[in-house]
């Protein structure tokens, strides 16, 4: 795996891995998801989220990116989990490398729009969730989330 030596930094051909955040964001019995309008996974259904701005801590850059992303509040819980992400182009370069800290949250207030890198906003239950195009992960990662919720368990 090589990177391309003549790239800037960015999202695309990074330096070093990206640090971004995620919120799976439980309202009742729905979780809200965006339909991506970048790349990397344009189209695909996710978590809200987005990169960590620099001096800014992780809780803070959830709170960001749900307001800018749907335009809602909500009340951070707990850790949920860490995951990489890392695309080659077909050269075998990386093209993409995020590492995602993903945390539950509860809804509080806002009206849900679409704003900023995000095709869609939606509040869906698991049944809908299962009919999309989703990125991977995105399931076992809801399940996780209603488990932890209902059960008040802190993996971090």
Not at 33 to 61: H, T, Y
Request: include cysteine; proline fraction near 4%; glycine fraction near 8%.
């Amino acid at each position: 795996m090589s990177r391309n030596p003549d790239h800037k930094e960015g999202r695309e051909y990074p330096i070093h891995p990206r640090i971004g955040v995620g919120a799976v964001v439980l309202r009742g019995d729905q979780v809200l998801l965006v339909q991506r309008g970048q790349p990397p996974r344009k189209g695909k259904w996710s978590v809200p989220g987005g990169l960590v701005e620099i001096g800014e801590k992780l809780e803070q850059a959830v709170h960001r990116e749900l307001y800018e992303e749907c335009g809602i509040r909500a009340n951070i819980q707990d850790y949920l989990e860490t995951f990489e992400y890392i695309q080659q182009d077909h050269e075998n370069r990386i093209q993409y490398h995020y590492i995602v800290i993903d945390y539950l949250a509860e809804y509080l207030k806002g009206e849900l729009r679409a704003n900023s890198d995000i095709h869609q906003a939606a509040w869906l239950t698991f049944d809908q969730i299962c009919k999309l195009a989703i990125t991977d992960g995105i399931i076992p990662l809801v399940e996780k989330a209603f488990y932890v919720r209902k059960n008040r368990i802190n993996f971090s």
